[in-house]
């Protein structure tokens, strides 16, 4: 019986040792629980998204100084460069700024001139000159004696053309001062590429060839040593010659850049008093004119 017990006993005990053993293990986490595999999802990568999104930020605003040195630096290379080339503008602009003295601009028409003797340019002259308001009594209706006054008095209309590399002494080089000019103007073309030039010398009495302004810049006119020969090689004599000037005006298109004319005309405006002019068997007391030149020289072909 007491054998019969232990065994009772022994298997109570037993059984409840398993129910311990088993109440304990219910508590804890299965070992295939705790050794899951790890899948990396969407929100593995959510996750990792802020810390990639970090470092770009981290660069951007690294490099984002940059960038802004950069674009001021650009801004202000530009604003360099537009105050360069304002500066390049207003230097230019002063540079072909049209000259006011007078003494400038009769050096500038006379260095216009140098380089027509010197380059020979080809160009096209034109000179006309007439007799208004002729008065010489009954002798101004006989034709002869009408044409051999105009003659020697220089009326008529001449053209004549120069090739290029041939001299010319229809061209005189101007030695014009400013003490020969009563006035001088220059300004600018519209398009900002000639000087427009006008000179007026000063007025005289019979100036002579080589003696006198106006043969300081032309040879388009006859003084009065030529005018007397000019009657005696008609046949004709004169007791008294006197020429004046009344105006003489010089008109220039210069070129800024070369200095080279682009066109040259001018006008000279005189009046003439003759006394006891004689013709064959005709014989006039006062002979008294107008004569007015026109010279245009075009075409220049440098």
Do not use: H, W
């Not at 007439?130 to 002869?144: E, F, P, Q, S, T």
């Not at 003439?272 to 007391?285: D, E, P, R």
Request: hydrophobic residues 40%; charged residues 25%; contains cysteine.
């Amino acid at each position: 019986m007491k054998k019969v017990l232990m065994s009772v006993v022994a298997f109570l005990v037993a059984a409840m040792m398993l129910v311990s053993f088993a109440a304990c293990g219910g508590n804890e986490t299965p070992d295939e629980t705790t050794i899951a595999p790890v899948v990396e999802d969407d929100s593995t990568v959510a996750a990792d998204a802020p810390v990639e999104d970090s470092s770009a930020a981290e660069v951007e605003s690294t490099e984002a100084p940059s960038e802004v040195e950069s674009t001021e630096a650009v801004s202000e290379t530009e604003e360099t460069e537009v105050a360069t080339e304002a500066e390049s503008t207003e230097e230019a602009t002063q540079a072909v700024a049209a000259p006011t003295d007078k003494a400038e601009i009769v050096a500038l028409y006379n260095e216009a001139t140098a380089k027509v003797a010197s380059a020979k340019p080809g160009y096209k002259k034109t000179v006309e000159t007439k007799l208004n308001d002729l008065k010489m009594g009954a002798l101004a209706k006989i034709d002869l004696v009408r044409d051999t006054v105009g003659d020697f008095l220089g009326e008529g209309t001449e053209t004549i053309s120069v090739a290029k590399g041939k001299a010319s002494k229809d061209f005189v080089k101007s030695t014009l001062t400013a003490a020969d000019v009563t006035a001088a103007s220059c300004k600018l073309s519209a398009d900002g590429k000639y000087y427009e030039v006008t000179i007026t010398v000063k007025n005289e009495k019979n100036p002579l060839k080589g003696k006198s302004a106006l043969n300081r810049f032309t040879n388009d006119y006859k003084d009065i040593n030529e005018m007397r020969d000019g009657l005696i090689d008609a046949g004709a004599a004169v007791e008294t010659i006197d020429i004046t000037v009344k105006a003489a005006t010089i008109k220039a298109k210069i070129a800024v850049d070369t200095k080279a004319f682009s066109s040259v005309d001018y006008t000279i405006d005189s009046d003439a008093y003759l006394t006891n002019v004689k013709y064959t068997i005709a014989k006039v007391k006062v002979v008294t004119g107008n004569i007015y030149t026109t010279v245009k020289y075009s075409d220049f072909a440098y």
